[in-house]
Every structure is written in structure tokens, then in C-alpha cells.
């Protein structure tokens, strides 16, 4: 454990990630989630995306959200945009850091946006530019990056080389994504060791998911090789692609609990956090998948 990273950066992805997953909830109640995550010690928050309503209805009132919300100016917050007008969206309502997404599966890119892997990194590097000239930075989420469900396996080379493009090109973070939750403690380090030796300067963030129960083995695994940026989602919030009744995002406060047992701190105060994830529960009106939410930290005793 000594080897081990003392602190690591939680992104919580839930107002977000999470809410894009599940049926359309009321803006009232997004500002509320958003506020209560913003009150937790979490010091960076995936809040919303500007994306068309038709293609993500549940994004609709992302504006809206933003401009309601209380803002502390002890969290970061982010925002998700796919395309120019996107982006202008999110600069417009004072974002300075702003995510991309592109799918290492052929297919699966294809599939969300009409177009090659290619492609989309040709539109990625012209909409780096125009951010980083409006001074935000740029990060890269390589989605599937551990597997597609249409494809199967993705080679981490093939993984390793849209990032050598992302980074040539400006992107200041690299994301990987574990869109269908097809990770596994094998599949994080030969991902790692096909990516660390060429961008030792950039900063890597992993997104798991927990669709078959391995995240936090993966995120255990991603720890040992020196990653300190995570996402995750309060509650478990979020579905998992192509996965029907599938669970989707690591529970936040899963992650937290168990870093805080091995002595990792990450600012996070796991009883706000709980509270968090039984607001997320009852906003959108269903149990989530969380351990630690149904049954409280290691800590919690009962009489006797």
C-alpha cells in the first residue's frame, strides 16, 4: 500500500453522465443534485453537455441547470460538447474545461456520430483549437476504450495511437473510457503499458463502469500503475449502453469508501456524499446500484 498514490481527484460525472443514462428528470431537481454533490468535498463535477435536445433530450435544459445552480468556487467544474456549437455553448456560459469524446471502436463511433474514428479526430483537433483559443482546455475521452459491443476487444495499441493523435494535436487530458464495462485488471494494465511510455506528461484520467462487477478491481489496478484521476457517478447513477438492466458507473461513494480504508484521501466527506446518492435515488425514483448506499460504510455497527 505504501507504492500506492496518498491522495487522488474524483470526478463526479453523475448530474451528468449519470442523469444522460436515466429517464428525464425535472430541472429543479438537477440544480438540487448538482448543489447537494457541490457541498460534499468533491472537487471536480461533470455538470452538464450542450448537445442538441433531439439527440440527448435528457441534456435539454442544460443552460437552464447551469445558470440555476449555485456554483462553489471550491469545486471544478466541467462540461461535455460534441461540435462547434456546442462548444460555443459551453464557452458562453463561462466553461474553461471542456470534454470531447471519440470512440477507439470503428463501429461504435460510427454508431453514435455517423462517422469513422478518423473523421471524428480530424473535427476533435478543429474544435481544440478553437477552445484553446477562447483559453479552456481540452480533454479527450477515448470511449471503448477497453472493449466494443459491437466489435469485441480493442486492441490497445489501436487505443494507443488515437491518443498519440489527441495529444499531437493539443488535448490536455486523455479520458478512457469503459463504456460497456468490459474492463478488467488485465485489460487496465495492457492499456497502460501500451499508452504511459510515449505521453508520460499527460494526464490520464479512467472511467470505469460496473457492469460486471470488476471497477473497483480496475481502479485498484489503475492505482498501482500511478493514476490519480477517476470518474464516478453518485448512487451508481447511469444505465450501461447496450447492456439492458445492466448496472452503468461505479458508485461514487463505493470508490471513496474504499480509498479512504487504504489511507488514500480525496476530500470527499462519505456521509455528505451518502446523502448525495439517497437524493439521487429518490430524484430518479428507482434503487440504485450502490453497496455502500444500501448498506452504509464498513464502519456502520447495529446494537447488539
Known amino acids: 500500500m505504501s507504492e500506492l498514490p496518498s491522495?487522488?481527484?474524483i470526478r463526479e460525472v453523475g448530474p451528468r453522465d449519470g442523469l444522460q443514462n436515466e429517464d428525464p428528470v425535472p430541472t429543479e431537481a438537477k440544480v438540487r443534485l448538482l448543489d447537494a454533490l457541490s457541498a460534499t468535498g468533491v472537487k471536480w463535477i461533470?455538470?452538464?453537455s450542450f448537445v442538441h435536445p433531439k439527440a440527448i433530450p435528457q441534456m435539454a435544459d442544460a443552460d437552464?441547470?447551469?445558470?440555476?445552480?449555485?456554483?462553489?468556487?471550491?469545486?471544478?467544474?466541467?462540461?461535455?460538447?460534441?461540435?462547434?456549437?456546442?462548444?460555443?455553448r459551453?464557452?458562453?456560459?463561462?466553461?474553461?474545461?471542456?470534454?470531447?469524446?471519440?470512440?477507439?471502436?470503428?463501429?461504435?463511433?460510427?454508431?453514435n456520430v455517423n462517422r469513422s474514428t478518423a473523421e471524428s479526430l480530424d473535427d476533435i483537433a478543429a474544435l481544440i483549437q478553437l477552445l484553446h483559443d477562447h483559453n479552456a482546455t481540452v480533454e479527450v475521452i477515448v470511449s471503448t476504450s477497453f472493449g466494443c459491443?459491437?466489435?469485441?476487444?480493442?486492441?490497445?495499441?489501436?487505443?494507443?495511437?488515437?491518443?498519440?493523435?489527441?495529444?499531437?494535436?493539443?488535448?490536455?487530458r486523455i479520458a478512457f473510457g469503459d463504456t460497456t464495462g468490459m474492463a478488467t485488471p488485465r485489460r487496465v494494465t495492457e492499456l497502460l503499458d501500451a499508452v504511459r511510455g510515449g505521453h508520460a506528461d499527460t494526464p490520464l484520467l479512467?472511467?470505469?463502469?460496473?457492469?460486471?462487477?470488476?471497477?473497483?478491481?480496475?481502479?485498484?489496478?489503475?492505482?498501482?500503475?500511478?493514476?490519480?484521476?477517476?470518474?464516478?457517478?453518485?448512487?451508481?447513477?447511469?444505465?450501461?449502453?447496450y447492456a439492458p438492466g445492466a448496472t452503468g458507473n461505479v458508485a461514487t461513494e463505493e470508490v471513496v469508501h474504499m480509498l479512504h480504508d487504504m489511507g488514500i484521501a480525496t476530500g470527499i466527506d462519505l456521509d455528505a456524499l451518502?446523502?448525495?446518492?439517497?437524493?439521487?435515488e429518490k430524484i430518479v425514483g428507482k434503487e440504485l446500484p450502490s453497496g455502500v448506499l444500501r448498506a452504509g460504510p464498513r464502519t456502520r455497527t447495529i446494537p447488539a
Open 7 to 9: 491522495a487522488v481527484s
Open 149 to 172: 459491443p459491437y466489435e469485441g476487444d480493442v486492441a490497445p495499441q489501436r487505443v494507443a495511437d488515437i491518443v498519440d493523435r489527441a495529444v499531437a494535436d493539443g488535448a490536455d
Open 274 to 280: 451518502i446523502e448525495a446518492a439517497r437524493l439521487a
Open 90 to 111: 459551453a464557452l458562453d456560459a463561462g466553461f474553461t474545461e471542456i470534454e470531447v469524446v471519440v470512440s477507439a471502436s470503428d463501429t461504435h463511433n460510427r454508431k
Open 206 to 241: 479512467l472511467h470505469f463502469h460496473n457492469t460486471r462487477g470488476t471497477a473497483l478491481a480496475n481502479i485498484l489496478t489503475a492505482l498501482e500503475h500511478g493514476i490519480t484521476e477517476f470518474d464516478a457517478s453518485v448512487g451508481g447513477l447511469g444505465g450501461c449502453p
Open 46 to 48: 461533470e455538470a452538464v
Open 64 to 88: 437552464e441547470v447551469w445558470n440555476q445552480a449555485a456554483k462553489s468556487p471550491n469545486v471544478r467544474y466541467s462540461a461535455l460538447i460534441p461540435n462547434s456549437r456546442g462548444a460555443q
